[in-house]
């Protein structure tokens, strides 16, 4: 199995079909990269979701201001001017869809795995990091000049405790750690 | 007879998308309810009329899952039809949702075509009781 064209393939497939379906959008995968070490910083949104079980990792959809807004008013069929609550919802549901969608293409290969709740930020020159995961495998799309850009680090979690018996606390695996 | 439904996702935004595609669907609606979690869900439950119930899974205090797992344990609701409406499409979560009674599940991305013919056949029988 070669998990890197695995993330890669389903990310963009599942970013095809939730634009079609849930905006009406036909959007189509752009330059495809992996990141190493220290993150760039951002400018917009960021919205980051947490996968764990015996695979740990992070999936993210990075964007502008402006995109998000144009997510915000395909998704809601609403017209969003300036990011709000309501955008920073669209962007962490439409984060959820896409890393919910390559969550199941990857519990094929990789056994059950878990999703946390959506985490969305938006600001002006900040980074984010995931600890534990060296490398990130990101497409691009681009959409009427601006870019959505899908991330994802996966890793196998050797975090994940041992079931012992009488601790009962940790029968569930460490979920990754989100620096933020 | 119109029916009452009950929509429950941390998400505003599904929760207005879901709105707008039962709407569009043109069945016999009369009040869509909406809750944040199933906590919220079970109050709402509390004092309200409800036919139909349409849930995520992964939401914050409680689960979709939770939900339907009291639900079904509480005489007054066991009788209503829960459907999951989620991104979660793996065996595991799928396997548990019918152990504990889902009447239907609908893996998002969905279409308004898609929730239609699973509610059709759930809502009609559901309204008789």
Same mark, same amino acid.
């Given at each position: 199995? &070669?998990?890197?064209?695995?993330?890669?393939?389903? +990310?963009?497939?599942?970013?095809?079909? +939730?634009?079609?379906?849930?905006?009406?959008?036909?959007?189509?995968?752009?330059?495809?990269?992996?990141? =190493?070490?220290?993150?760039?910083?951002? #400018?917009?949104?960021?919205?980051?979701?947490?996968?764990?079980?015996?695979?740990?990792?992070?999936?993210?959809?990075?964007?502008?201001?402006?995109?998000?807004?144009?997510?915000?008013?395909?998704?809601?069929?609403?017209?969003?001017?300036?990011? #709000?609550?309501?955008?920073?919802?669209?962007?962490?549901?439409?984060? =959820?869809?896409?890393?919910?969608?390559?969550?199941? #293409?990857?519990?094929?290969?990789? !056994?059950?795995? !878990?999703?946390?709740?959506?985490?969305?930020?938006?600001?002006? &020159?900040?980074?984010?990091?995931?600890?534990?995961?060296?490398?990130?495998?990101?497409?691009?799309?681009?959409?009427?000049?601006?870019?959505? +850009?899908?991330?994802?680090?996966?890793?196998? &979690? #050797?975090?994940? +405790?041992?079931?012992?018996?009488?601790?009962?606390? &940790?029968?569930?695996?460490?979920?990754?750690?989100?620096?933020? | 007879?119109?029916? /009452?439904?009950?929509?429950? @996702? @941390?998400?505003?935004?599904?929760?207005?998308?879901?709105?707008?595609?039962?709407?569009?669907?043109?069945?016999?609606?009369?009040?869509?309810?909406?809750?944040? @979690?199933?906590?919220?869900?079970?109050?709402?439950?509390?004092?309200?009329?409800?036919?139909?119930?349409?849930? /995520?899974?992964?939401?914050?205090?409680? @689960? *979709?899952? $939770?939900?339907?797992?009291?639900?079904?344990?509480?005489?007054?609701? $066991?009788?209503?039809?829960?459907?999951?409406?989620?991104?979660? *499409?793996?065996? %595991?979560?799928?396997?548990? %949702?019918?152990?504990?009674?889902?009447? *239907?599940?609908?893996?998002?991305?969905?279409?308004? /075509? $898609?929730?239609?013919?699973?509610?059709?056949?759930?809502?009609?029988? %559901?309204?008789?009781?």
């Amino acid at each position: 199995m &070669n998990l890197q064209k695995l993330i890669i393939d389903s +990310i963009s497939q599942s970013v095809i079909q +939730i634009f079609a379906t849930m905006l009406g959008v036909e959007i189509q995968p752009g330059e495809v990269t992996t990141e =190493n070490g220290s993150p760039e910083a951002n #400018d917009g949104v960021v919205s980051l979701i947490g996968v764990a079980g015996t695979w740990a990792g992070t999936g993210s959809i990075t964007c502008s201001p402006i995109l998000a807004c144009r997510i915000c008013s395909q998704l809601l069929m609403t017209e969003s001017l300036a990011v #709000d609550e309501e955008v920073l919802d669209a962007v962490a549901e439409l984060t =959820n869809m896409v890393v919910g969608n390559v969550k199941t #293409d990857l519990e094929t290969h990789l !056994g059950p795995l !878990g999703l946390s709740i959506p985490t969305v930020v938006f600001g002006r &020159n900040f980074k984010t990091k995931s600890a534990g995961h060296a490398e990130w495998y990101v497409v691009k799309f681009p959409w009427d000049g601006e870019q959505l +850009i899908v991330k994802m680090c996966l890793a196998p &979690n #050797d975090r994940t +405790i041992e079931v012992k018996p009488h601790a009962a606390a &940790n029968q569930v695996p460490l979920s990754c750690t989100l620096d933020v | 007879m119109e029916s /009452d439904v009950l929509i429950v @996702d @941390d998400s505003a935004a599904i929760r207005k998308i879901l709105q707008r595609v039962l709407r569009q669907t043109g069945m016999a609606i009369r009040t869509i309810h909406e809750a944040g @979690d199933g906590l919220e869900a079970l109050e709402l439950l509390k004092g309200h009329t409800v036919h139909l119930v349409l849930t /995520d899974i992964n939401m914050p205090k409680m @689960d *979709g899952l $939770q939900l339907l797992g009291a639900m079904k344990a509480a005489s007054e609701w $066991q009788a209503i039809p829960v459907v999951m409406i989620t991104t979660e *499409g793996g065996e %595991a979560k799928v396997g548990e %949702a019918v152990r504990l009674g889902a009447a *239907g599940y609908v893996r998002k991305p969905f279409t308004a /075509d $898609q929730i239609k013919e699973k509610l059709v056949g759930i809502l009609e029988p %559901a309204l008789s009781l």
